[in-house]
């Protein structure tokens, strides 16, 4: 098959060198927003009167066929096709005879590259995003329903304070939340048009890019054709985001894995998402999250990957640039993939309110806030530290949790233990205690959720302007 560029070439590429640098195989996937840039690029050219409108037309048409022939899968993409965009013209050619030719006018694969991709990558951050807003939408249901559920909080996985398990909950909702503004924000920066920037230098002929700028539903035409033929950053912003989701969902994961432990017993995976073991008949294992956890590495990968491939890149267009797909789309599968799971596993499973309950009596979480007591009688906080973990010292050589210690035996180690510290240290008063702006009572939690509800509205507004544009 002679190649569109062969005119300068003596003989065929070998077929080795074919499928080395051919990108068919995973470019495929932009057809639609190639076809997108084509049907733009034509209209265009005929309103500025590089081609006629009768010209204009035949290729609409050639476009309209192809498009429907590659949606079912009735053309063949063999690598000597060597990329999307030539795919897409040379059925054209095929289609519509000598006229064909005229599509790739004023227009260089490293614009229509950069075109492509940018319009796939805003469709992959929009459906991205409502992921995260449905990931977020079940957080808060869940975070309300258990305002008031006892779960011991750690720091160094050791047992700290009590939390509600809906302030936990709501940890992840900020997670996720500060998420979702970080890929409108690369979406909003990302939102201009490479079109026209011909193969590096801008074209010679009297084109239009504001035209199919906004007819591709970018906000403009992007400013300096150099730049717009070469820039990455828009993938590596959404990498970074990418990678930060996957943190936030592998930490969530790390949770839930030790969570659905015996020796934890606080979450109950559903059926429909664990597995079983093909040799011990009693197990239950928690696959979603141990495969998200596992998949975070992979996405990092990308990142670092297409930073790499940028960093010693001169300008303009290099084929280096032809590693950015492969990074980008393995990261967008598997991090929506990741997120589409997430959501009915979160929203399935149960939570063992006695379990975490029962978890709060080990540990002495309320040594902190017998400590607090003195300190609010005047001892300063640095002797009511220490006292208080003599106490716990006492208490866990005679096997006792302070609940269990009587007014006689507090007042053994200050005089300023009065009857009120029996109340103090029941581990419900010391979740109802932390009262502070941002902090675990229920009273705070349920205001955290009302002001989260209100904050993930305003987020699906924008994100609906979004898909209006
Ligand atoms: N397949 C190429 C890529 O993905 C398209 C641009 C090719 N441009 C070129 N000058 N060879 O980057």
Same mark, same amino acid.
């Given at each position: 098959m002679a190649k569109m560029w062969s005119g300068r070439f003596s003989k065929e590429t070998d077929a080795k060198m074919d499928d080395f640098h051919s990108s068919l195989s995973f470019d495929r996937r932009l057809y639609k927003e190639d076809i997108a840039g084509s049907r733009a690029h034509v209209r265009m050219l005929a309103k500025c009167g590089i081609i006629t409108d009768q010209e204009r037309d035949l290729i609409l048409e050639g476009l309209k066929k192809i498009e429907k022939r590659l949606d079912e899968g009735a053309l063949e993409l063999p690598p000597?096709?060597?990329?999307i965009h030539m795919a897409v013209e040379h059925y054209l050619i095929q289609e519509? +005879?000598?006229? +064909?030719?005229?599509?790739?006018?004023?227009?260089s694969r490293n614009d229509q590259v950069a075109t492509d991709l940018r319009l796939y990558f805003k469709k992959t951050v929009l459906e991205t995003a409502q992921l995260l807003v449905e990931l977020c939408q079940v957080l808060l249901v869940r975070a309300k329903a258990e305002t008031e559920t006892l779960l011991p909080g750690y720091t160094h996985l050791q047992p700290a304070q009590p939390i509600s398990l809906g302030h936990h909950l709501l940890a992840y909702y900020e997670m996720f939340s500060r998420d979702l503004g970080r890929l409108l924000d690369c979406l909003a920066r990302a939102d201009f048009s490479p079109l026209g920037s011909g193969a590096l230098a801008g074209v010679t002929y009297p084109i239009d890019r504001e035209m199919t700028a906004k007819e591709l539903g970018f906000r403009a035409p992007a400013a300096n054709s150099l730049d717009a033929v070469s820039d990455r950053d828009f993938l590596v912003e959404f990498l970074a985001a990418a990678s930060l989701i996957m943190t936030h969902l592998s930490r969530l994961s790390e949770e839930l894995v030790l969570w659905a432990t015996p020796a934890f017993g606080f979450v109950e995976l559903d059926d429909a998402y664990s597995t079983g073991s093909s040799i011990m008949p009693q197990k239950k294992n928690p696959d979603v999250p141990e495969l998200v956890r596992g998949k975070t590495g992979r996405v990092f990968g990308s990142l670092i990957g297409l930073l790499t491939v940028l960093k010693g890149l001169p300008l303009a267009y290099n084929k280096d640039l032809q590693e950015d797909k492969e990074a980008f789309f393995d990261a967008a599968d598997n991090l929506k993939a990741s997120l589409s799971i997430f959501i009915p596993l979160l929203e399935t499973m149960g939570f063992n309110r006695e379990r975490m309950f029962a978890a709060c009596a080990e540990g002495y979480l309320n040594a902190t806030d017998v400590a607090d007591y003195l300190a609010k009688k005047g001892l300063p906080f640095r002797e009511a530290h220490r006292i208080v973990g003599e106490v716990v010292r006492q208490a866990t050589f005679s096997g006792k949790k302070l609940e269990d210690l009587t007014l006689e035996e507090w007042q053994e180690f200050s005089d300023l233990f009065e009857a009120d510290i029996l109340q103090v240290v029941e581990i419900r008063a010391c979740l109802e205690a932390r009262q502070s702006y941002g902090g675990t009572a229920p009273r705070r939690v349920r205001e955290a959720v009302q002001e989260a509800e209100e904050r993930i509205r305003q987020i699906k507004e924008k994100l609906q302007d979004f898909l209006r544009r």
């Open positions: 000597q096709l060597e990329d519509i +005879g000598e006229v +064909g030719k005229k599509l790739h006018t004023a227009r």
